[in-house]
């Protein structure tokens, strides 16, 4: 659907009266009565992270105690094989931006015999590939389209977020010591992807400090791309959470009538991706965005935690299957690549190989 930046202002701004209808209108366009989850295991390499988001509780500095520098070979094989005996389909690796910048991640590589982490995540993803039934997704930062090339040989799927194309979030504490988070480099990323046809999840992160014609423009940029490009299967709307010990502690979060403008914007602006919004970091609210249009919970682990969130867990599938099927829709796992995207077209051999046996 073709909508004017300010079809989309007037979404996002749109009074307690009008909100309604506008939610009524992103589930007409939401053809599927089935909602949609993977079941994954959460793989963080590394909490070393060349960024410092300061909205983040996930980086830690590589002196500090709690940094885990590089999960090694076993704990990784570990988590996927138990993922594999538990029937999860989705082995998602997210992890610090350009970790190997910091001399000792290096170290630690080099220990293990690998250059740089996206060597050792390509051994990791072809080992799951070959020894379990998972299929990789990798969320590793902004990446060059040579680097993207070689891990779309062992990646069913890969996912950057946008977070927001404000240039102005760059001087604001959110992002003023995040270089990987300019929305120019990101956009190259999402872009070189579509260029290489790799199905991708991208989103926006909301209540960073960026207005209402920002956030119009970031969706707005989202479509450019999809028009010209065709990859993204998801759109993520994740909103801002207020933890303790982060630099944004004391911001304030988005309200929910927030949440639902941009999840109904983003059903009517993209009716040919999913939308997600994650079921952890709104545990009690969830279910008015099915109301809105969103049509998938994304990966749900019954094993690993939520690293990014900690204090956020998972729900229990059961759980997503109650608040599913008391909407009067359908849950439904699916694989970290979707159905539209299974073709040579979109996946390399190994991948296309993998998903037919
Ligand atoms: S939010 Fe992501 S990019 Fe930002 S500091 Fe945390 S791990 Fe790094």
């Known amino acids: 659907m073709s909508l004017s930046k300010k079809d989309i202002i007037s979404i996002l701004k749109a009074n307690g009266n009008q909100i309604p209808s506008f939610m009524e209108k992103a589930c007409k366009i939401r053809e ?19 960024n410092d988001c300061g909205y983040c509780t996930f980086r830690q500095d590589p002196q500090d105690t709690k940094a885990n520098l590089l999960m090694n070979h076993p704990e ?13 389909q989705e082995a998602l690796f997210t992890f610090g931006e350009h970790a190997d910048e910091n001399p000792l991640v290096q170290e630690a590589l080099h220990k293990i015999g690998f250059e740089t982490i996206l060597d050792y995540l390509y051994v990791l993803c072809d080992e799951t590939l070959n020894k379990t039934a998972l299929l990789p997704h990798s969320n ?72 209402i014609e ?17 990859h993204i299967q998801e759109i993520i709307i994740q909103n801002f959470r207020a933890k303790p010990g982060i630099t944004m502690a004391d911001y304030p979060e988005p309200p929910l009538s927030d949440i639902i403008r941009t999840v109904a914007a983003a059903r009517i602006l993209f009716p040919d991706c999913g939308v997600q919004v994650p079921p952890n970091l709104n545990p009690e609210t969830s279910p008015i965005f099915l109301i809105t249009g969103a049509d998938d919970w994304g990966g749900v682990s019954p094993i690993t935690p939520d690293h990014v ?31 539209k995207f299974r073709s040579p077209d979109f996946l390399g051999d190994k991948i296309l190989e993998r998903i037919n046996r």
């Open 76 to 88: 990784v094989l570990k988590i996927i094989h138990h993922g594999h005996e538990q029937g999860c």
């Open 32 to 50: 599927k009565s089935t909602i949609t989850f993977s079941k994954n295991v959460f793989i963080p390499l590394t909490n070393v992270c060349r």
């Open 309 to 339: 969130n900690p204090e956020a867990p998972w729900p229990e599938v059961k759980e997503l299957k109650y608040i599913t099927e008391n909407l009067g829709f359908e849950l439904e796992e699916r694989l970290p690549v979707y159905e």
């Open 140 to 211: 590793p930062g902004i990446l060059k389209k040579s680097e993207l090339k070689k891990l779309r040989e062992v990646n069913a799927s890969m996912g950057l977020m946008l977070e927001t194309t404000s240039e102005r979030i760059m001087k604001t504490v959110a992002h003023k010591n995040s270089p990987g988070k300019d929305p120019k480099k990101r956009i190259k990323t999402i872009e070189n992807a579509g260029k290489l046809k790799i199905p991708f999840t991208t989103g926006l992160l909301i209540g960073i400090g960026e207005t």
């Open 214 to 230: 920002e956030r119009a423009e970031s969706l707005l940029e989202i479509r450019r791309i999809q028009n010209k490009y065709g």
